[in-house]
Structure formats: C-alpha cells, structure tokens
Nanobody, 124 residues
Framework: QVQLVESGGGLVQAGGSLRLSCAASGRTFSSATMGWFRQAPGKEREFVAGITWSGLNTDYIDSVKGRFTVSRDNAKRTVYLQMNSLKPEDTAVYYC?????????????????WGQGTQVTVSS
C-alpha cells in the first residue's frame, strides 16, 4: 500500500558527498513529516534528519549538523538527504521515513512508514 523507494547510497571516501532520495507512493498524509534514520551494525536505529511538509522546519542530530541537509519536493512526494563532508562514522544503512501522522514536528519518532534502507559506506 505504502512504498518508499530509496536511492543514492553507495561507497565514498571520507570527505566526499552523497545525495539520498526517497519517493513515496500510496496512502500517506501529504502533511506528514518526512526524514531519515540510520542504523549501523550492532547499534540501534537513530533519527538523523526530518523536515515538515512546508520545508520551514527541520531537525538534525548534532553529529550531522552543518554537513547534512534534508529537503523535500511535495509535488514529487520525495525527500532528499544531501550528505557532505562524510565521515566513516556515517557508515550505516539509511532508512527513509514518513510519519504515519499528519502535522507533526520535524523531530521524528518511530511511528513511521519505512523505506527498505540503502547502504552508505564511507571509507577512511
């Protein structure tokens, strides 16, 4: 019913950049916050970045502030994550997320539709 198709992951050297994309289809609220989580091996999934439907409110975990930028195109039902100055610590599976609820903040919880995940590997 709901499908989130992610793309843009891959292998990059430290200091490089990647741009992740996630296109949503199916029954989601247009006003839902969209964003990204990630999970490294042996660690819990963590929130990375979120953006409200207007694009006016964003939230990031401290470790990516100044390096990552989340954006969205509502006409395309797509959320992006521009990742610059990548570090080996950014290596993880990145999951696109769309909040199941409308009109929430940019700080996402776990009540989301989830993408399948895309691998980001940053070599040192």
């Amino acid at each position: 019913q709901v499908q989130l198709v992610e793309s843009g992951g891959g292998l990059v050297q430290a200091g490089g950049s990647l741009r992740l994309s996630c296109a949503a289809s199916g029954r989601t609220f247009s006003s839902a916050t969209m964003g990204w989580f990630r999970q490294a091996p042996g660690k819990e999934r963590e929130f990375v970045a979120g953006i409200t439907w207007s694009g006016l409110n964003t939230d990031y975990i401290d470790s990516v502030k100044g390096r990552f930028t989340v954006s969205r195109d509502n006409a395309k039902r797509t959320v992006y994550l521009q990742m610059n100055s990548l570090k080996p610590e950014d290596t993880a599976v990145y999951y696109c997320a769309v909040d199941r609820r409308p009109w929430q903040t940019a700080t996402m919880s776990d009540d989301n539709f989830w993408g399948q995940g895309t691998q980001v590997t940053v070599s040192s």
